[in-house]
């Protein structure tokens, strides 16, 4: 069974320029949240998905937005990056909507100059 | 406040002991926990979860929660130099959003 798999692995963007974030889950799962980890904040809750309907979202600003497919793939759009939005994007899938553990994938590591 | 705090550590036991990795959070509605596993470079790996009070054993690892005190911790018996890693603690408050303390590092001694 696959796992989640993320793409780009690695991304390098200049400062004022956008970019979008790949994800597809687990085969089956409807769950997709995203986060973002920095060696100073740890991981950081981003915005979750299930069915195509965002349920969550955390405590990021607009430029940072997502969108989840029918087949439960999901894209995050981060535009007119910061040097600050330099960090690894996780993607962790679940099986059901709630209280189920959550599987991630490698990681896209967004590198802003 | 963060929603869950750990021991940042590090912390470090020889090969064969006992590690000891707590956590408290601060959503008292929280209903379910995780440890996740984390080597550097590469991205969290799932060891456990418990959503009652009490003990959870699963090889090596055993998982602790406390509700009223708002605790939870993981013990790793027989420790191997392969377990040093950052151990994540996750609550899961509501849907399948996340909160992350920032984790502990541990090092086993060979």
């Known amino acids: 069974k696959a796992g989640v798999t993320q793409t780009p692995r690695y991304l390098i963007k200049t400062r004022g320029q956008q970019v979008t974030l790949s994800c597809s889950p687990i085969?089956?799962?409807?769950?997709v949240s995203w986060y973002q980890q920095t060696p100073g904040q740890g991981l950081q809750f981003l915005f979750e998905?299930?069915?195509?309907?965002?349920?969550n979202k955390g405590n990021f600003p607009g430029r940072f937005s997502g969108r989840q497919f029918s087949n439960s793939r999901s894209e995050m759009n981060v535009s007119t990056l910061e040097l600050g939005d330099s960090a690894l994007y996780l993607c962790?899938?679940?099986?059901?909507?709630?209280?189920?553990?959550?599987?991630f994938g490698q990681g896209t590591r967004l590198t802003v100059v | 406040q963060k929603e869950v705090e750990q021991n940042s550590g590090p912390l470090s036991v020889p090969e064969g002991a006992i590690a000891s990795l707590n956590c408290t959070y601060s959503d008292r509605g929280s209903q379910s926990f995780f440890w996740y596993r984390q080597y550097s470079g590469k991205s969290p790996e799932l060891i456990m979860f418990?959503?009652?009070?009490g003990d959870k054993e699963d090889g090596r690892f055993t998982a602790q929660l406390n509700k009223a005190s708002q605790y939870v911790s993981l013990l790793i018996r027989d420790s191997q130099p392969s377990d040093s890693a950052t151990y994540l603690c996750a609550v899961n408050p509501t849907g399948n959003q996340f909160y992350f303390g920032t984790g502990t590092s541990l090092t086993v001694i060979p």
């Open positions: 962790a899938s679940c099986r059901q909507d709630m209280n189920t553990e959550a599987f």
């Open positions: 998905y299930f069915s195509e309907t965002q349920r």
């Open positions: 418990i959503y009652s009070n």
């Open positions: 085969s089956g799962h409807r769950s």
